[in-house]
């Protein structure tokens, strides 16, 4: 099992509708979560933290079920500019470093 | 937020030469910094961690005297690839960290293009 598993896409979606992405993580050890969004050629950017019980930034919810090794991003109300692609991201056994997975293209289309 | 700068951004240069690239954390004091590579479409590839004052770790497969790792400062760390080859060709980025499983904060990439 991959350390960090990430439904490639891409994800074609009209503006205005609701996309959900999935990550699964195999380091049941690991502590800390994120979401990262990366451009083309550019370089990854911290989209926002996973907490524990959810969160909400926006137009934007992650959420995170231990018990199954599961990260999601929820994305509302889709504009053009979150085209792009969505790294799912974990600290490593140590918590010394991150393992990011390859990443979820999404593309809205007017 | 976090500023990291990461230069030069893009790189051309003939096959045996050695490419320097810099990354500074412009507005906080970095404990971790980290080296990336990524092939197109492919993940980011974690090939070092470096602590300030200290030698840096290695990934597994990563050669440490190809790839010269310098964390002098809290603020600065330097990658030098050493007589690149083509295979080289990458984007390599930089991240830097305030501390253990902190978010990081990345560069903006440099482009290595080796012909």
């Known amino acids: 099992r991959k350390e960090v598993e990430q439904d490639p896409g891409p994800f074609n979606v009209p503006e205005g509708a609701t996309v959900a992405f999935n990550c699964t993580y195999s380091?049941?050890?690991?502590?800390?979560f994120f979401w990262y969004r990366q451009d083309c050629r550019k370089e990854p950017k911290l989209l926002m933290s996973v907490y524990s019980s959810g969160n909400e930034d926006g137009r934007f919810t992650a959420q995170l079920n231990r018990a199954s090794q599961y990260i999601s991003l929820l994305i509302r109300d889709s504009k053009l500019s979150d085209s792009a692609t969505y790294l799912c991201v974990v600290n490593n056994q140590a918590g010394t470093a991150l393992i990011f997975g390859k990443g979820t293209t999404l593309s809205v289309s007017s | 937020g976090a500023v990291v700068s990461q230069h030069p951004s893009w790189v051309i240069c003939k096959s045996g030469t050695s490419v320097k690239i810099e990354c500074r954390s412009l507005d906080f004091q970095a404990t971790t910094m980290f080296w990336y590579r990524q092939f197109p479409k492919q993940s980011l590839m974690l090939m070092a961690t470096?602590?300030?004052?200290?030698?840096?770790?290695?990934e597994q497969g990563v050669e440490k005297d190809k790839f010269l790792i310098n964390h002098a400062s809290l603020t600065l760390s330097t990658l030098t690839v050493t007589s690149a080859h083509p295979e080289d060709s990458s984007f390599y980025i930089c991240?830097?960290?305030?501390?253990?499983?902190?978010?990081?904060?990345f560069g903006d990439g440099t482009r290595l293009s080796i012909l």
């Open positions: 470096s602590n300030e004052g200290s030698k840096a770790t290695y």
């Open positions: 991240s830097a960290s305030r501390g253990s499983n902190q978010p990081q904060h």
């Open positions: 380091n049941s050890a690991s502590q800390s």
